[in-house]
């Protein structure tokens, strides 16, 4: 671990193409960091435990982030991914608490296992082009609402900023902090999620009507009210 590491520059004109596994892991006194021109990927764990990085800029051609290459980066606010990213990969910002916003880009296909899980999200809008979302990809506390971009041919979204299938026979994912007063399982829904409403503390009463065949594992878990 570079414990000591504040500051990383990297040369005009730097031919790198790729930051591999646990390259500044546990950097914790880092606090900025622009990534140069030329990298196409970030491979896993590479800038986990950085827990004082607050500003990260990616550069465009950057098309992969691996498992957990950010997780734990606690400071981290924002961040604007950019138009060549194809796949986040499982945990990838997991546990990035103060983590509010984030840009996804239209060439972003896969959003794996815990991408975002326990990060400050509020609002997330998957753009046209995803095609997978990993188990509990946006399990954060404070998340009201996940968009769907209308032209997606994977998923979709409610008024409340529900996620399912294109279909909206199943019901994939609902966000921690929905409301859900009067909400009523749509009659074309027959399969509920594994982890559907997981943690969603504002969960009183739910009719599961008759026409639903399915519902995944821990469907109802942790709903503390």
Same mark, same amino acid.
């Given at each position: 671990?570079?414990?000591?590491?504040?500051?990383?520059?990297?040369?005009?004109?730097?031919?790198?193409?790729?930051?591999?596994?646990?390259?500044?892991?546990?950097?914790?006194?880092?606090?900025?960091?622009?990534?140069?021109?030329?990298?196409?990927?970030?491979?896993?764990?590479?800038?986990?435990?950085?827990?004082?990085?607050?500003?990260?800029?990616?550069?465009?051609?950057?098309?992969?982030?691996?498992?957990?290459?950010?997780?734990?980066?606690?400071? %981290?606010?924002?961040? @604007?991914? *950019? =138009?060549? $990213?194809?796949? /986040?990969?499982?945990? &990838? !910002?997991?546990? #990035?608490?103060? +983590?509010?916003?984030?840009?996804?880009?239209?060439?972003?296909?896969?959003?794996?296992?815990?991408?975002?899980?326990?990060?400050?999200?509020?609002?997330?809008?998957?753009?046209?082009?995803?095609?997978?979302?990993?188990?509990?990809?946006?399990?954060?506390?404070?998340?009201?609402?996940?968009?769907?971009?209308?032209?997606?041919?994977?998923?979709?979204?409610?008024?409340?900023?529900?996620?399912?299938?294109?279909?909206?026979?199943?019901?994939?994912?609902?966000?921690?902090?929905?409301? %859900?007063?009067?909400? @009523?399982? *749509? =009659?074309? $829904?027959?399969? /509920?999620?594994?982890? &559907? !409403?997981?943690? #969603?503390?504002? +969960?009183?009463?739910?009719?599961?009507?008759?026409?639903?065949?399915?519902?995944?594992?821990?469907?109802?878990?942790?709903?503390?009210?």
């Amino acid at each position: 671990t570079c414990t000591g590491l504040t500051s990383v520059t990297f040369a005009e004109g730097s031919q790198l193409k790729t930051i591999g596994n646990e390259t500044f892991y546990a950097a914790n006194q880092l606090e900025s960091l622009t990534i140069p021109e030329g990298v196409t990927s970030i491979e896993n764990w590479a800038f986990s435990f950085c827990a004082n990085l607050a500003k990260l800029t990616l550069p465009k051609g950057v098309t992969s982030i691996a498992e957990y290459a950010f997780y734990n980066c606690t400071k %981290l606010t924002e961040l @604007a991914l *950019p =138009e060549s $990213v194809v796949s /986040i990969g499982d945990g &990838a !910002f997991k546990e #990035c608490t103060a +983590l509010s916003s984030v840009t996804f880009p239209e060439t972003l296909t896969s959003i794996g296992a815990k991408a975002f899980d326990g990060c400050g999200l509020r609002e997330a809008m998957l753009p046209k082009n995803v095609a997978s979302v990993g188990a509990n990809a946006f399990q954060c506390a404070h998340l009201m609402a996940i968009h769907v971009d209308p032209e997606n041919a994977a998923f979709s979204s409610d008024g409340r900023g529900l996620l399912y299938n294109k279909a909206q026979t199943e019901l994939i994912r609902v966000p921690a902090a929905a409301s %859900l007063d009067g909400y @009523a399982i *749509p =009659e074309g $829904v027959t399969s /509920i999620s594994a982890d &559907a !409403f997981r943690d #969603c503390f504002a +969960l009183t009463e739910l009719a599961i009507p008759a026409h639903v065949t399915e519902i995944g594992n821990r469907a109802f878990s942790n709903c503390s009210n």
